[in-house]
């Protein structure tokens, strides 16, 4: 896992809920990002950190927030969960143009 | 408006054959292009990656190749092994606002 830690590693919510899933390194990556992995859709991006408070926008961004305060961590809160965002999260870390590091995944359900 | 599209979707090959899986990009300031394995309920891994300066990189069985005017690259797979058996993800990095985008992903199946 390279020092990449993402929780919970489960989780069934109820739609309209917020919900916050975390990511922690232990590298001092500067890049973060976090990825939605469907079906057909591949590894799509909601949102990287470029570093402590400085993020942007990925791909698929809608109905989802992040932030980063230290430079360890990335939470991604899905604001009211909705059955679309049923899917498998995946949190990574890297440098600039080099190997990024993935997390084992959180498996997200919205019922 | 996928930024990096990858073919097939889907690919099955026998044992000790080549593998190849196929991805476009359309945003020229990219400028890494990695290759990325998953096995099931893992999270992706670097498996090679390339910068256009080149127009080939190898690593043991796997190679990468690039078309920079055709804004195309594409993983080669050699003797083929069961053990390959993955998913296997293409992706291009844009150096300037580290931003790391994918494709859709192939699933391989290397039948024995």
């Known amino acids: 896992d390279a020092g990449i830690t993402q929780s919970p590693r489960h989780k069934v919510t109820e739609t309209g809920t917020p919900v916050t899933l975390r990511c922690h390194q232990t590298?001092?990556?500067?890049?973060m990002y976090w990825y939605r992995q469907d079906p057909g859709h591949g590894l799509r991006l909601i949102h990287y950190?470029?570093?402590?408070?400085?993020?942007d926008k990925g791909e698929v961004s809608d109905g989802y927030s992040v932030s980063r305060s230290k430079t360890e961590d990335f939470l991604l809160t899905l604001e009211s969960a909705t059955s679309s965002q049923t899917s498998v999260y995946f949190c990574?870390?890297?440098?600039?143009?080099?190997?990024?590091?993935f997390g084992q995944g959180t498996r997200l359900t919205v019922v | 408006q996928q930024q990096v599209k990858q073919s097939p979707q889907s690919l099955i090959v026998q044992k000790g054959g080549i593998s190849i899986i196929n991805c476009a990009y359309e945003?020229?300031?990219?400028?890494?292009f990695p290759w990325y394995q998953q096995f099931p309920g893992k999270g992706p891994a670097l498996l090679i990656a390339i910068r256009p300066d080149v127009s080939e990189k190898k690593e043991g069985r796997f190679t990468i190749s690039f078309n920079k005017s055709a804004k195309q690259f594409s993983l080669h797979i050699m003797d083929s092994q069961p053990g390959d058996s993955a998913t296997y993800f293409c992706a291009a990095s844009n150096g300037n606002t580290g931003k790391l985008i994918f494709g859709q992903g192939t699933t391989l199946q290397v039948k024995p």
């Open positions: 990574a870390a890297g440098g600039q143009n080099t190997e990024a590091f």
């Open positions: 945003n020229t300031a990219f400028d890494y």
């Open positions: 590298e001092n990556h500067r890049y």
């Open positions: 950190s470029y570093g402590v408070k400085d993020t």
